[in-house]
T-cell receptor
Framework: QKEVEQNSGPLSVPEGAIASLNCTYS??????FFWYRQYSGKSPELIMF????GDKEDGRFTAQLNKASQYVSLLIRDSQPSDSATYLC??????????FGKGTKLTVNP | DVKVTQSSRYLVKRTGEKVFLECVQD?????MFWYRQDPGLGLRLIYF???????EKGDIPEGYSVSREKKERFSLILESASTNQTSMYLC????????????FGSGTRLTVV
């Protein structure tokens, strides 16, 4: 059974701080990695994806991948109250399906 | 510009009813998925379809069936609704030639009473 693990949180950071969200996965053959943001009562929206080891930056967001450690993270710089949401890590292995973690709830305090 | 549309945002049904949840996408995606999301359990795959009339069971198919007669439409059917099927249902789609994740619909909050 392929598994994706995330700390459920809640993770609480002050406005302007860096929020660090972490995810580990069990399937060493996993190829693609995704971060989705989900506001309360809404559906998930894709914010980042990463395929290769290292860092990928998009505005205030940086995804980091370490395949040897089976670890993927999301950093949010200059956190804003509007970043308060649940962040879902998702992993794609050898098929078209994504396996999702249960999510980490982030609260950014003004 | 809505790309994945779920027909109902909120739905209340009675135990034993046959329930249809509809999902339509306008991106010409081959793959379509139905998930349910419950607190503490995360997103769980019910069924997915990789082509018209093709379907494959996910992790929790019991009590559900699906229909895909046209590429753009993927229906989830609850044959006889039960209270343990009260949940948020999410439809998603993805292409096969470009792997950059799913696009989700807005979700259907189903309550079975």
């Amino acid at each position: 059974q392929k598994e994706v693990e995330q700390n459920s949180g809640p993770l609480s950071v002050p406005e302007g701080a860096i929020a660090s969200l972490n995810c580990t996965y069990s399937d060493r053959g996993s190829q693609s990695f995704f971060w989705y943001r989900q506001y309360s009562g809404k559906s998930p929206e894709l914010i980042m994806f990463i395929y290769s080891n290292g860092d990928k930056e998009d505005g205030r967001f940086t995804a980091q991948l370490n395949k040897a450690s089976q670890y993927v993270s999301l950093l949010i710089r200059d956190s804003q109250p509007s970043d308060s949401a649940t962040y879902l890590c998702a992993v794609q292995g050898g098929s078209e399906k994504l396996v999702f973690g249960k999510g980490t709830k982030l609260t950014v305090n003004p | 510009d809505v790309k994945v549309t779920q027909s109902s945002r909120y739905l209340v049904k009675r135990t034993g009813e046959k329930v249809f949840l509809e999902c339509v996408q306008d991106m010409d995606h081959e793959n379509m998925f139905w998930y349910r999301q419950d607190p503490g359990l995360g997103l769980r795959l019910i069924y997915f379809s990789y082509d018209v009339k093709m379907k494959e069971k996910g992790d929790i198919p019991e009590g559900y069936s699906v229909s895909r007669e046209k590429k753009e439409r993927f229906s989830l059917i609850l044959e006889s609704a039960s209270t343990n099927q009260t949940s948020m249902y999410l439809c998603a789609s993805s292409p096969v030639d470009r792997w950059d994740g799913y696009t989700f619909g807005s979700g259907t909050r189903l309550t079975v009473v």
